[in-house]
Nanobody
């Protein structure tokens, strides 16, 4: 079993920054990918950013140039630096880990961007 603990959400004004963290613990043998998804009210959950074992990253078009995903392999922790935040970034952000074919999700952290 893998546990994911997220932190770093909150309320920020448009143009501000937040940094999300997600620490994975438990039966971690091989993490293939770590990433962040988000879900706004009334909308489907969508991929925000992902980083795979090789270090390659992928971003949703809506966050390219503003968000940066990074990973500390020694700590099994993934980060999401969010800059130039917009009201449309408001959502619950979920950490996701793919490990040996199994998906693991964090509990979610609220990010609210006021205009």
């Amino acid at each position: 079993q893998v546990q994911l603990v997220e932190s770093g959400g909150g309320l920020v004004q448009a143009g501000g920054s937040l940094r999300l963290s997600c620490a994975a613990s438990g039966s971690i043998f091989s993490i293939n990918a770590m990433g962040w998804y988000r879900q706004a009210p009334g909308k489907q959950r969508e991929l925000v950013a992902v980083i795979i074992r090789s270090g390659s990253t992928n971003y949703a078009d809506s966050v390219k140039g503003r968000f940066t995903i990074s990973r500390d392999n020694a700590k099994n922790t993934v980060y999401l630096q969010m800059n130039s935040l917009k009201p449309e970034d408001t959502a619950v952000y979920y950490c996701h880990v793919l490990s040996r074919g199994s998906d693991y999700w964090g509990q979610g952290t609220q990010v609210t961007v006021s205009s």
